[in-house]
Structures are given as C-alpha cells and as structure tokens.
Nanobody, 121 residues
C-alpha cells in the first residue's frame, strides 16, 4: 500500500523558515519522481516543485524559486521541502505527491493528506 505522510507544517512569521517532510512507503521511492503542491484557501492547486532524485534534477515554480528547496533522503524514503523567506501568500495546505508534470494533475498517482502552513505575524 502506497502511503505519503507529510509533517512539519505550522505557524511561522513572515520571513521565517519551515521544513516540510513527506515519509513515503509502498513503492520504490529512489526512482520515483516526487513533487510538492499547495492549495491556498479559495484557490486552485498550485504546483511548486518536482525532483527526479536519481538524476539529481529539480524544478521549481517561479513563485518559490530561490526561496524553496526540494530534496530527498533515499535511505529514509523521505521527501523534503525547505521553505525560507516565507510570505503571507505562502499560507496554504501543502501536499506531497508521487509523480511530476507541473499542473498536469493526472500525472500524480498518489497524494499525502496535506500539512497546513500559516505565515502570519
């Protein structure tokens, strides 16, 4: 059974940092494309970043490029999203997903339950 379990969300002040984790199981993590996606209140899903860890390729949306860093620890089957210089507009539920392809949602076959990130003073 495939499972993706996010953690690390919370309340942070503008300019602060958080690191999200996504523990994966039930599939070959090291050769699977993985992504982070978020959904702000009242808005559509927004693709943020994808990683192809076996070839060390990463991709970012313009909205987070230079502030967020995606990475994996294949020994722990864990996906990370380091988020720096957080802004109020980063407030959203953050999901990890198995797959990649930007906003082509049919490319993602499994999703985590999401973790809330709130950026507020």
């Amino acid at each position: 059974e495939v499972q993706l379990v996010e953690s690390g969300g919370g309340l942070v002040q503008p300019g602060g940092s958080l690191r999200l984790s996504c523990a994966a199981s039930g599939f070959t993590f090291s050769t699977s494309a993985m992504s982070w996606v978020r959904q702000a209140p009242g808005k559509r899903l927004e693709w943020l970043s994808s990683i192809y860890s076996w070839i060390n390729n990463t991709y970012y949306a313009d909205s987070v490029k230079g502030r967020f860093t995606i990475s994996t620890d294949n020994a722990k089957n864990t996906l990370y999203l380091q988020m720096n210089s957080l802004k109020s507009e980063d407030t959203a539920v953050y999901y990890c997903a198995k797959g990649a392809g930007g906003s082509r949602w049919h490319n993602y076959d499994y999703w985590g339950q999401g973790t809330q990130v709130t950026v507020s003073a």
